[in-house]
């Protein structure tokens, strides 16, 4: 099913404006008949009765809003473009979607939170009142909520994205698929667990992300681009069939599942623990070899080996050690 476009003019002023210069005849003649004649009566009551249907043709688009338009079950085509329209009076609406409520941009009314799928009544909104039967055209955001799934090293993490989207196609949105709105949201959900399923959480040796067999550097938290860019051509490659476009996915909310947390925090903590004092033992061994070297080139002390060993673990005490040196004053001999 490919969109078409339904050809008609934006004459709904001038049949509506006809339409009512009609009906007030139909009523003088009917008024004029029951005095004079009923013949002309029995007119004008006819005309009243049947010369309203016009108006169940008026149609009135504003920008960015799109009508698919079907004739006893037959597709006639989409209008798209704003104005004010007179079409066939048994052309009728279609929107499966229109009764369904995402948490999304222009698409909630304050009742749903973020993440929740909330479908009323057929052709009932929440608020009571007649759903539209416009599909909008503008661009949407879809925050579809946090979600928890294990990365490829088997951790639980919970993972947030927000995806924005619009309709290209009406009549794929419309008739390939039951509704477009639930296929998006179940869509992005089953994308997102393909890829996070791919990536540790943080960087692991010999885990490979990309399938080309070599291990890489990926990872969630450090490769948030390169994952929302494949979450989005995973989505789009799904929702093709039902004529929806995916402008941009991006990660929203990224964190470890709260049963690990705590664990994962102690972990990072002592990676960086561990990491901090490699720097400070490294730096420390050269301001020891610089110690000594000078020490030598200005020929200020002669150390025996046992002397400079003594050298050596002390100025590693001071420089390695957490809280400041307590240092011991001989005031006698070196020795």
Not at 276 to 304: F, T
Request: hydrophobic share 45%; aromatic share 6%.
């Amino acid at each position: 099913m490919t969109e078409k476009i339904y050809t008609t003019k934006k004459n709904g002023m001038a049949v509506l404006l006809l339409t009512l210069l009609v009906l007030a005849a139909a009523v003088a003649v009917m008024v004029y008949g029951i005095i004079n004649n009923v013949a002309l009566m029995v007119v004008g009551l006819v005309v009243l009765c049947i010369g309203w249907l016009p108006l169940c043709g008026l149609k009135v688009l504003k920008p960015q809003e799109a009508l698919v338009l079907t004739l006893f079950g037959d597709y006639k085509g989409t209008i798209r473009e704003a104005g004010f329209y007179f079409v066939n009076p048994f052309c009728t609406a279609v929107n499966p979607a229109a009764a369904t409520k995402l948490a999304q941009s222009g698409d909630i009314a304050g009742g749903p939170q973020p993440g929740t799928l909330q479908i009323t009544a057929e052709g009932v909104s929440a608020a009571g009142t007649p759903a539209s039967k416009k599909i909008s055209l503008k661009a949407m955001t879809l925050n579809n909520g946090r979600q928890k799934i294990n990365d490829c090293l088997g951790n639980p993490v919970e993972i947030g994205i927000a995806v924005i989207w619009r309709v290209t196609d009406t009549a794929k949105a419309v008739f390939n698929v039951d509704n477009y709105k639930e296929y998006l949201s179940l869509q992005c959900d089953s994308a997102l667990r393909n890829i996070v399923r791919i990536y540790p959480y943080d960087v692991a040796q010999n885990v490979d992300t990309t399938g080309d067999g070599v291990a890489d550097e990926g990872s969630l938290r450090g490769s948030a681009e390169v994952v929302a860019e494949r979450i989005k051509e995973e989505i789009q490659s799904k929702v093709n069939e039902a004529g929806l476009e995916i402008v941009e996915a991006r990660i929203t909310y990224l964190a470890y599942a709260p049963e690990i947390a705590s664990v994962m925090l102690q972990r990072q903590q002592a990676s960086a623990i561990i990491d901090a004092r490699k720097m400070i033992v490294d730096g420390a061994v050269g301001m020891v070899e610089m110690a000594l070297e000078r020490l030598n080139e200005k020929q200020l002390v002669d150390l025996d080996e046992e002397r400079k060993a003594a050298m050596v673990s002390n100025l590693l005490v001071v420089l390695c050690g957490n809280h400041d040196a307590q240092p011991i004053v001989n005031s006698g001999s070196l020795y």
